[in-house]
């Protein structure tokens, strides 16, 4: 990531001049009880440029886990079809590629790790097995030199005496060197993108804070670029240098981390960034500008924007038909039809 | 802090300890002693809404669970208003749990699913004698706009609410036999952020209207900064911190509190460089380290640490810290 570095954070080059992964236009579904079927994702672009990290940011059910599943071919085959778009990786569509070569891409070009990392690990193998298969699948590397490098990355990601615990199986280690050992995993092949899926959610801040600073420190040294999902704008804050945030299937706002957040345009991300409780005394004994009402299941989406119910900007215009993404700036979208008119009441920020 | 603050203090709890026996083998003998909670000593005054933080493990659901006795304790002493809950019959304590509630986490697991909603909030009102048959419907109505729903919730199952909604559900049902103190568990932490303020604000609108006094147990600092008058903060079933939420907030003294506050992501673009990362996971409970339980992760630790458990030394007014390094 030595390009990066030299820039500022949130003003990197802009992605589009040669993204990695571009992706435009998503739509996945899945088929309901009664021969109905609902569109989780509605519409998803973004641009991933290397050695990035992009946050993807959203309330539950928001359409961020189906967004990666989609991108990685793992929805699940009876229920949910990618229904339009496209996902290009390098320029290749990665849309109706078949299984096999699918999952050369997983793990080769692009690496997962997911909340709960006994979802990736296989409790019957030692993880120093699971990484070494991993690595000659991927890499075509002898026994003992795939064995080396399991060591290697359990080195990397810091777990103490790799040797001896790549002999272990998954149960024997605590639940962060767990953790831990899942990303050594995914990174084993160094693939371009690491997908995370809410990869700290779990775990104490104490020890969330261990793994935002590996995956930081792992991205400098390898230069991977990353899809970070979590519903944690703190989180997104301190490692995303774009952000995407989601509401309802669709992409409602997105931009640089900066522009997110010191300039949000969206009334729903004012909105996110006004319910968080801060650590800074400022406001304490305020209440807090909660979002009224809940998201609404995505059987029952209102007419006009999906936002409009619980904003405190709607009017009859965004009542009457769904909005589009417009440029509110360079590289920066939003999805709402007033926002050259409104000003976004914000909690501050020091 | 809140007006109806009174120095005189509902409970008062003196050097209290929870332990659990890990049972194995064929026998189903205790082969281990997990000290959820260890010797913990600290008062809650009339009115005031006091944050139990913690990382996971630390103790804190134990505690919570063992000053209403749904956890006998393994020691210690528990007064509410005055009374010793420890040494209460089966019956005085029935009588005196119509004075104390509790919120749980799970909005899902905590409501009984086959259960309308007129059945969860009249349920406890007929259990203490409150009102009569005719009259608690209407009682449980009141309860419902309370916390914000409408009376037509009343003949609606659990799964018919959103998640918030359900949290709702479960206070009314703790404030449905008035309460003076409830225990919330983490009543927000499963919930989105956007829901999560709203019932935030719900909480607090609720303590401050009815002077309900609070235990409030959670992991996110931040919603306990923001709404706690007082913060007790646990690691590995000890008390290693107390203070007022502006003081502890502003001037951390133990190595852990800090730490555990440096450690929260700030909604504020930029890398954190000034970050205390801890070495090492949490120790097991079943074995923590000798002397200070913090000592294994501490920047600070040395030698003596090991030597002798710190006691709770003052370092301000109604602050106190558990560490021989920093009082
Ligand atoms: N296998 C499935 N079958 C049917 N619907 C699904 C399936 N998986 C997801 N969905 C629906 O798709 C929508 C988006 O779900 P998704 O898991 O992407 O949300 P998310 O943003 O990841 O939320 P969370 O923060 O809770 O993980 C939800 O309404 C969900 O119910
Ligand atoms: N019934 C039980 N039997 C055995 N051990 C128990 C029992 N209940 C709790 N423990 C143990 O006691 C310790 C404290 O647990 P407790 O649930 O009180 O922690 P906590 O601070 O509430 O954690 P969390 O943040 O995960 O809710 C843990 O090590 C836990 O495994
Ligand atoms: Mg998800
Ligand atoms: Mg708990």
């Known amino acids: 990531m030595t390009m990066m570095q030299e820039l500022p954070q949130g003003e990197t080059a802009p992605a589009s001049r040669h993204p990695l992964l571009v992706v435009r236009d998503l739509q996945t579904s899945f088929r309901t009880g009664g021969g109905g079927s609902v569109r989780a994702v509605d519409g998803v672009s973004f641009d991933l440029g290397p050695g990035e990290t992009l946050a993807i940011v959203g309330e539950s059910g928001s359409g961020k886990s189906v967004t990666s599943l989609s991108l990685m071919g793992l929805l699940p085959r009876e229920s949910g079809r990618v229904t339009g778009g496209s996902m290009r990786l390098e320029g290749r569509e990665l849309r109706d590629l078949p299984e096999a070569a699918m999952r050369d891409i997983r793990g080769q070009q692009i690496g997962m790790i997911f909340q709960e990392p006994m979802t990736s690990l296989n409790p019957v193998h030692t993880v120093g097995k699971q990484i070494s298969e991993m690595v000659i699948r991927h890499r075509g590397l002898s026994k003992r030199a795939a064995m080396d490098r399991a060591v290697e990355m359990l080195d990397l990601v810091g777990i103490p005496e790799p040797r001896r615990r790549a002999r272990n199986y998954p149960h024997q280690l605590s639940g962060g060197m767990r953790q831990r050992a899942m990303i050594a995993m995914a990174l084993s092949c160094e693939p371009r993108i690491l997908i995370a899926d809410e990869p700290t959610t779990a775990l104490d801040v104490t020890i969330q804070a261990q793994m935002l600073e590996l995956m930081q420190d792992l991205q400098d040294r390898m230069g991977m670029a990353i899809v970070f999902i979590t519903h944690d704008l703190g989180v997104v804050a301190e490692v995303a240098d774009r952000v995407v945030v989601m509401y309802a299937g669709q992409v409602v706002e997105s931009g640089t981390v900066h522009q997110i957040f010191e300039a949000p345009r969206m009334p729903y991300t004012g909105g996110l960034m006004n319910s968080i409780p801060r650590l800074d005394g400022a406001h304490r004994g305020q209440r807090l500008k909660a979002i009224r009402g809940t998201v609404p299941p995505l059987t029952e989406l209102p007419a006009g924007c999906r936002f409009n119910p619980r904003c405190d900007h709607a009017t009859d215009i965004c009542r009457a038909a769904p909005p589009v993404l417009e440029e509110a700036g360079p590289g920066h979208l939003v999805r709402c039809a007033r926002w050259r008119d409104i000003t976004l009441d914000l909690m501050g920020t020091e | ?327």
């Open chain 2, 1 to 327: 802090m809140r007006d109806t603050i009174s120095p005189e203090p509902l409970l008062q709890v003196r050097n209290l300890r929870k332990s659990f026996g890990i049972r194995g083998g064929l026998l189903g003998r205790v082969l281990a002693e997990v000290k959820a909670v260890n010797d913990i000593s600290f008062e809650i005054g009339r009115g005031e809404v006091v944050g139990l933080v913690g990382e996971s493990g630390s103790g804190k659901t134990t505690a919570g669970r063992t000053l209403l006795r749904l956890e006998e304790p393994t020691s210690g002493e528990i007064r509410f208003d005055g009374t010793d809950l420890t040494t209460l019959s089966a019956d005085g304590m029935r009588r005196m749990r119509r004075r104390m509630q509790i919120i749980f986490q799970d909005p899902f697991a905590s409501l009984n699913p086959r259960e309308k909603v007129r059945e969860i909030l009249t349920h406890p009102l007929r259990l203490h004698g409150i009102g009569t048959a005719s009259d608690r419907p209407d009682r449980a109505a009141e309860l419902l706009e309370k916390v914000g729903l409408g009376r037509d919730s009343l003949d609606r199952f659990p799964h018919e609410f959103s998640g918030g909604q359900r949290q709702r559900i479960g206070i009314a049902r703790a404030l449905a036999v008035e309460p003076d103190f409830i225990v919330a568990d983490e009543p927000v932490s499963a919930l989105d952020v956007s829901i999560q303020a709203q019932v935030i604000n719900l909480l607090d609108d609720l303590c401050d209207d009815l002077g309900l006094t609070m235990l409030f147990i959670a992991h996110d600092l931040g919603v306990v900064e923001h709404f706690c008058d007082r913060v007790i903060v646990m690691y590995l079933g000890r008390i290693v911190e107390t203070g007022r939420s502006e003081d502890l907030y502003a001037r951390p003294n133990h190595p852990y509190t800090q730490a555990l506050l440096s450690a929260v992501p700030k909604p504020k673009p930029g890398r954190r460089r000034d970050r205390i990362l801890l070495k090492g996971d949490i120790p097991s409970p079943i074995d923590p380290p000798s002397g200070c339980v913090f000592r294994s992760r501490c920047p600070m630790a040395s030698a003596e640490c090991a030597e002798i458990v710190p006691p709770l030394a003052r370092v301000g007014a109604g602050h106190f810290s558990a560490c021989i390094k920093t009082t």
